[in-house]
């Protein structure tokens, strides 16, 4: 296969040894593992924003598409800075073994504008997001590709979506995107529901591993939406959360914190660390502090073959995108760690898009205690499932190992029954 300059992105090659392994424990064919090394389409577009001060600035914006087998793509569309394409299509390979592993009749996808949104304006931030959605139409829609909030995109930039689609295609297509605010045909539970699936398997496994999950101490790194409400269902389930961190630094106190006092820190002064009950520790310290359960829910590549060997916490789960190196998952795998795989953890968020877009075909609505037991059940089965398979197959492999051979596996039965390879 040819050369895509993606390929050189560490990222992406992150993404593709992670595949490669797995490839061959379950001894798939050179050609099947090129084939999901590259998205089935990738598009760029570019999208010229007229600023307030009447400049036109243009922005480049991606879509990676990487696999249908399952289903429509699916995955979520994010706003940074530096968003690269190589990282679009390694998160659109993800989300494709995240679906795959939920059990969900989709495929991957994933979206990324390279925008600093808080140097927007409001109007310049819908204008932005029309204009995206705009140049991608053609290629979304709810039986094709279903995108949802990510890094630095909202209920609002879904409602601007699927605002912008209605006028392109002439009706109103609900399902065409998820986490939409509520009176647009969204669910109140989607925007903890991320959170809510990484305490959750946190909690299933604490069971498992530490004869239970009441009183447990807990370290969270990153109090953005999946952080904060990870916190908020870790207390709420009887453990004790002694430590959180943002961008700025953390906040350790051995008592326990408190939830609603550190949102109210947060929101008032924008950091945890002016909290003022605790001491302040920097994001290193926090992921080495000796805990029972640590959360990495801030950004990729925090725990590495460098400080992996420094890590106590007996229970690791995933609420971020790749924080854990191949390299330290054989050494937290040697050190006993029970590490649960971002693409098990943190797939409440897509779980809940799925039972949002059920019902949005359906034209139905769901009481948000009935979505949220049905997004427990889900991930409560789906934890089950790898954490036996893991136990009984792989037990000398990282529990990754286990989970990506699950969602490879469907993947590749699903191409084979239509014919693909």
């Known amino acids: 296969m040819g050369y895509a300059p993606y390929m050189d992105e560490k990222v992406y090659r992150m993404a593709v040894r992670q595949l490669r392994n797995v490839a061959r424990i379950l001894g798939l064919e050179d050609e099947v593992v090129e084939a999901l090394m590259h998205p089935e389409r990738l598009i760029q577009v570019k999208i010229p924003v007229k600023m307030d001060d009447g400049s036109i600035r243009v922005f480049l914006g991606w879509r990676s598409q990487h696999n249908s087998a399952l289903g429509p793509y699916k995955g979520g569309v994010r706003y940074h800075p530096e968003v690269t394409v190589g990282e679009v299509v390694a998160l659109s390979m993800w989300m494709t073994w995240k679906n795959a592993l939920a059990g969900l009749p989709y495929g991957g996808g994933k979206g990324g504008v390279r925008v600093n949104p808080k140097a927007l304006s409001r109007r310049e931030l819908e204008e932005l997001s029309r204009g995206y959605f705009r140049a991608i139409a053609r290629f979304v829609g709810s039986d094709i590709d279903i995108p949802a909030p990510d890094v630095y995109t909202d209920p609002q930039v879904m409602a601007w979506f699927l605002d912008e689609y209605s006028k392109i295609v002439g009706y109103d297509d609900w399902g065409v995107v998820t986490a939409k605010p509520y009176l647009l045909g969204g669910l109140k539970t989607r925007i903890t529901s991320t959170g809510y699936g990484v305490a959750l398997v946190a909690r299933e496994a604490a069971k498992k591993v530490l004869g239970g999950f009441e009183g447990k101490t807990v370290a969270i790194q990153g109090f953005g939406n999946v952080g904060r409400w990870a916190m908020y269902y870790a207390i709420e389930w009887g453990a004790k959360v002694i430590a959180v961190s943002d961008s700025k630094g953390g906040i350790y106190n051995p008592d326990g914190l408190n939830f609603n006092r550190l949102v109210e820190v947060k929101e008032k002064t924008r950091s945890v660390i002016n909290y003022p009950e605790g001491r302040k520790i920097s994001n290193r310290e926090l992921l080495e502090l000796d805990v029972d359960i640590l959360i990495p829910a801030a950004i990729e590549n925090v725990i590495t073959e460098e400080n992996a060997d420094r890590i106590k ?109």
């Open 313 to 421: 916490a007996k229970i690791i789960s995933e609420g971020a995108n790749g924080p854990v190196t191949p390299e330290a998952d054989i050494i937290l795998k040697e050190k006993g760690v029970v590490d649960i795989p971002d693409i098990l953890a943190n797939a409440g968020g897509v779980i809940m898009s799925w039972i949002e877009w059920c019902h949005n075909k359906m034209g139905c609505w769901l009481k948000d205690e009935d979505a949220l037991k049905r997004l427990d059940e889900k991930m409560s089965m789906n934890f089950d499932t790898v954490y036996s398979e893991w136990t009984s197959k792989y037990s000398d492999e990282p529990m990754r190992t286990a989970a990506y051979a699950i969602a490879v596996s469907r993947v590749v039965k699903a191409m084979k029954l239509r014919g693909w390879i």
